[in-house]
């Protein structure tokens, strides 16, 4: 009967997409830890700085010091914004479910109200008793009995799922409002910190000026992390006897790209270069090998990766992040992690590079990094 036929549509629920991603929220919380170990860092370097009196030495500290918090202001920016993009994210998903949850919850109302309104309107003209009684035989009554039982059942079950869909449609619109506070909370707290980041650059500027040339490099050197590059590899080379993952790479290996994505070649030193880029490029593995060491540096956060091609090892130091581990074999060209901010002591700007440096099995040979990317 065609006036029974709406009375068994049915819509499934959207279980699928109502689950929040915990790995989204696992995520977000993690931004938050480092946000709060980065922000209790500068505190304390803001009272040492405080705690400071006038002096050349102190004048140095100072600036030292104040390098410091520039980079880790910038750090705290980029995480901060990693956190409002995280949750711009999740804004958008549940924005979405939302919507979807409560268009459907209307086709559910509607429904439900066609069944009412064609239960009536059979009820009102005793169709039920003109369908029972047309049946040819007891058995087609009895099985015209069950299906009128099944059709008051899918009724009260659709209205069930509307109040069920109902609650959900109110989940999400909660969770949504939740995150548009978090993500309102954490843009004032970004805009709070570009301004205390321009502050600390207009400090540093004017310490810095106050600085002789000599002294200026002196400071420098203190900040630079590649003196602390070359103790590490006398170490990794132990661990590199033997090594078959990328054992073709040589002196002569040519053809190499930058381990930077779009990077340029800034300045050379020993065996190292220092590669600068764009904020967040990608850091790249010059060729085959095996990851043999990663490090976080405690006072930076930045982290320095070590690949080992056969006997020869390359480090790449201030990443930003990395996405490798210690034992992990890596192919050509393959992602490493996220170039890092650092602060060029001259200018106290703040500059995003990377520390590349090539070390031959021998401890004597000498290879300027600069020249695996000349041939």
């Known amino acids: 009967m065609k006036a029974f036929r709406i009375l068994f549509l049915t819509i499934p629920l959207l279980l699928g997409v109502l689950a929040a991603p915990a790995q989204t929220d696992k995520r977000i919380e993690e931004k938050k830890r480092v946000i709060a170990n980065l922000e209790k860092s500068i505190a304390d370097q803001e009272a040492q700085i405080a705690k400071l009196k006038k002096g050349r030495a102190a004048n140095e500290e100072r600036v030292r010091l104040l390098a410091r918090q520039i980079e880790q202001r910038s750090a705290l920016i980029d995480e901060t914004e990693k956190q409002a993009r995280l949750l711009q994210q999740e804004i958008d998903r549940t924005d979405s479910v939302a919507g979807s949850l409560s268009a459907t919850l209307e086709r559910y109302r509607a429904q439900y109200t066609e069944m009412v309104r064609e239960a009536y309107r059979n009820y009102r003209h005793n169709n039920y008793l003109a369908y029972l009684f047309s049946a040819r035989s007891f058995a087609e009554v009895a099985r015209r009995i069950t299906v009128l039982r099944e ?11 509307i109040a069920a869909l109902g609650e959900q449609v109110r989940t999400e619109r909660q969770t949504l409002d939740t995150r548009k506070h978090s993500l309102d909370s954490v843009s004032r707290r970004l805009t709070s910190q570009r301004e205390k980041f321009e502050r600390d650059s207009r400090n540093a500027k004017a310490s810095i000026r106050t600085m002789t040339q000599q002294e200026k490099k002196a400071l420098q050197r203190k900040l ?80 320095d990766v070590f690949v080992a091609h056969g006997e020869y090892i390359t480090s790449y130091a201030n990443l930003g992040s990395i996405c490798v581990e210690k034992g992990q074999k890596v192919a050509r060209n393959e992602t490493l992690g996220a170039i890092g901010s650092a602060v060029d002591i001259a200018t106290m700007e703040t500059e995003y590079k990377l ?16 020249e695996c990317f000349k041939r």
Not at 256 to 279: C, D, F, H, S, W
Not at 355 to 370: C, L, S, T, W
């Open 151 to 161: 059709v008051a059942a899918l009724r009260e079950q659709k209205l069930r799922d």
């Open 224 to 303: 630079s992390q590649e003196q602390q590059l070359d103790a590490a590899i006398n170490e990794l080379r132990k661990l590199t006897k033997g090594n078959k993952e990328g054992a073709s790479f040589t002196a002569k290996t040519s053809g190499l790209r930058l381990p930077v994505t779009g990077g340029r070649v800034k300045r050379y030193k020993g065996n190292m270069a220092e590669i600068t880029g764009q904020k967040g490029a990608s850091v790249i593995s010059i060729y085959d090998g095996k990851v043999v060491e990663t490090k976080q540096n405690r006072i930076t956060g930045k982290y």
């Open 355 to 370: 520390v590349f440096g090539i070390y031959p099995p021998d401890p004597n040979q000498k290879m300027r990094a600069e």
